[in-house]
Each structure stands twice: as structure tokens, then as C-alpha cells.
């Protein structure tokens, strides 16, 4: 399956270009990729049961809420120690 986003090269760090024909395309390829990206520095990760959390956000902007959605993600991985796969707005 052809990943919907590339990595750029970048000196501190690592970074992403998505694509995606909406907003919710664009939110869920970049949790994609970011995962993606911490996939393969943990490598011998074992998969698990897959497990549902329902994350509920508001901001003043697109650009802010999608900035929360990324940092909500990445801290409920780092808390459970998970990897996220799957993404759905509800």
C-alpha cells in the first residue's frame, strides 16, 4: 500500500509531507506517518490487542487543533506504551 506521506531530510530533525483530498485525510495520514516513523525506531515491538480511545479536543483554529491531535497522540502512546495503526473521526 503506497504510504500517503514523505519524509523530508532536515538536520534536527525528522520531517513529514502528507497527502490527503481533505482535513481528516490530511489529520489521520500525519498520525500515520508519525507512527510510522517511532514504528521503526522501536523495532521488536510486539503487537497487541487492538484497543480503542476515544480522544475529544477543541481549539480556536484547524492549525492549533491539529497540533493538539499530533501531541495527544504521541502522549497517550508514550502513557500505554502503544503504537497506533488506525485512525477514525467519530
Known sequence: ???NYELLEHTADTG????ASDPEGIFR????????IIAEALPGQKATKPQKFHIKLKSENLEEL???W????????AVKG???SEFKKI
Open 16 to 19: 513529514i509531507r502528507v497527502k
Open 70 to 77: 499530533l501531541n495527544e497522540l504521541i502522549s497517550l502512546s
Open 1 to 3: 500500500m503506497a504510504k
Open 82 to 84: 502503544l503504537i497506533f
Open 29 to 36: 495520514n500525519a498520525a500515520l506517518a508519525v507512527f510510522d
Open 66 to 68: 491539529f497540533v493538539n
